[in-house]
């Protein structure tokens, strides 16, 4: 639940209602300062979308987020339709990463120049076991591998651990820090079959982010697994951080 100026909301299904008043204390998301949404025609066209209005949606006060979610037609239980994959964005995401790389000591130097944050191997494994995952990307060499598999309960819920499938793990560290810092992400499929992703900014042009956008769809719809039946995107919506999500017309992309 969201306390948003004159009551409550829930969100469902990329609506928001609204239902009864907090009976006791408002919570920490009290936004009466923040207007009201602004009704807006749905579905929109993705190449068409102004950036006005999801970024007057956002009620934060920061560079806030903006991403699409992609409802998809697979069933993530089976393993050959639990999508994912990577993407380099043409514009970035707009946002500094903060990059570990996990390596032998014969790699630091390279990583250090390529602009990793943070560089090293047993100092960071014993951080990261103690709870310590201030980094928004792991990159890990192969040889490495065995050292930091059980920080499997640590970083796996937090879609950190290194991936051969994602790139993060390489011999070439220097190629995997340039790529995540020019603007690669990686997606993955939840349990509920949707797709979430950050592709920019709300400060960013509305061709830079329906740009960003085509580039991650293009490499969901490359994704389709053959055993997926019917239709493959279900559903588009566009959001910024803390906002409700805004229709995009998904039948102008192929299924």
Request: charged letters at 25%; aromatic letters at 4%; hydrophobic letters at 40%.
């Amino acid at each position: 639940t969201r306390c948003i100026e004159a009551g409550c909301y829930r969100h469902i299904r990329n609506s928001w209602t609204p239902f009864h008043k907090h009976a006791g204390k408002p919570d920490s998301w009290d936004r009466k300062s923040v207007p009201a949404p602004v009704p807006l025609p749905r579905p929109l066209p993705l190449p068409k979308l102004p950036k006005p209005e999801c970024a007057s949606e956002s009620p934060s006060v920061l560079a806030a987020a903006i991403g699409p979610h992609v409802r998809l037609g697979v069933d993530p239980k089976k393993a050959d339709q639990a999508i994912r994959g990577t993407v380099t964005l043409p514009h970035g995401t707009g946002k500094t990463k903060k990059v570990l790389v996990l390596c032998t000591p014969d790699k630091e130097a390279e990583a250090r120049a390529a602009g990793a944050e943070y560089v090293g191997l047993e100092e960071f494994v014993t951080k990261i076991e103690g709870g310590w995952v201030d980094v928004d990307v792991i990159i890990a060499t192969p040889s490495v591998m065995p050292k930091i598999g059980k920080l499997g309960k640590v970083l796996g819920p937090r879609n950190l651990m290194p991936n051969p499938k994602t790139g993060t793990v390489s011999n070439d560290v220097a190629g995997a820090v340039n790529e995540v810092k020019g603007g690669k992400i990686a997606f993955k499929v939840d349990k509920a079959g949707i797709i979430h992703a950050s592709i920019g900014r709300v400060s960013f042009t509305p061709e830079k982010i329906a740009e960003n956008s085509q580039e991650l769809l293009n490499a969901i719809i490359k994704a389709k697994p053959s055993s997926a039946k019917g239709i493959y995107l279900r559903g588009i919506s566009m959001a910024s951080s803390m906002s409700p999500g805004i229709v995009i017309d998904s039948k102008a992309f192929v299924h």
